[in-house]
């Protein structure tokens, strides 16, 4: 008996013995594939939508402190809120000023508009808010 032979049966044999035809469980993969390939794509556009958002809210919290920063040494805290970076037209900026500080609030309604995910979100409101001590520069 030479090495590739384990009791008579040639190894060949065997492989071809339990290889069928016919196998109850092809295209077993695809199916399984086909039904999860929409819950990631799902997924992934709500990844896609929350770093969006995230987005967002770094930009609400930029344009509150440019809208401080401008009311804090005198000028306009909508026209400091344009630097932020936030589309035109698209936020609400209000700045008071008490005593020695300037607080700055600026809204801004970010639309969710990724496919499949935009029609299952509303819109989300984000506000953010910045205080600053008012610079008075000598005369």
């Known amino acids: 008996m030479g090495?590739?032979?384990?009791?008579?049966?040639?190894?060949?044999?065997?492989?071809q013995d339990t290889a069928a035809p016919t196998r109850p469980d092809r295209g077993q993969a695809t199916v399984e594939v086909a039904l999860l390939l929409p819950v990631l794509a799902i997924l992934l556009l709500g990844l896609i939508q929350i770093g969006l958002l995230v987005r967002a809210k770094v930009l609400t919290v930029h344009s509150a402190r440019e809208a401080a920063r401008a009311a804090a040494v005198g000028d306009d805290a909508s026209a400091g809120a344009a630097a932020g970076g936030l589309p035109a037209g698209s936020y609400v900026v209000s700045a008071t000023i008490v005593g020695d500080q300037v607080r700055a609030v600026v809204t801004y309604v970010d639309p969710t508009n990724v496919p499949l995910v935009g029609a299952l979100v509303p819109d989300i409101t984000l506000t953010s808010s910045v205080t600053m001590r008012k610079e008075e520069w000598p005369s």
């Not at 090495?3 to 492989?15: A, F, L, T």
């Open 3 to 15: 090495p590739w032979r384990s009791g008579g049966v040639d190894v060949d044999e065997k492989v």
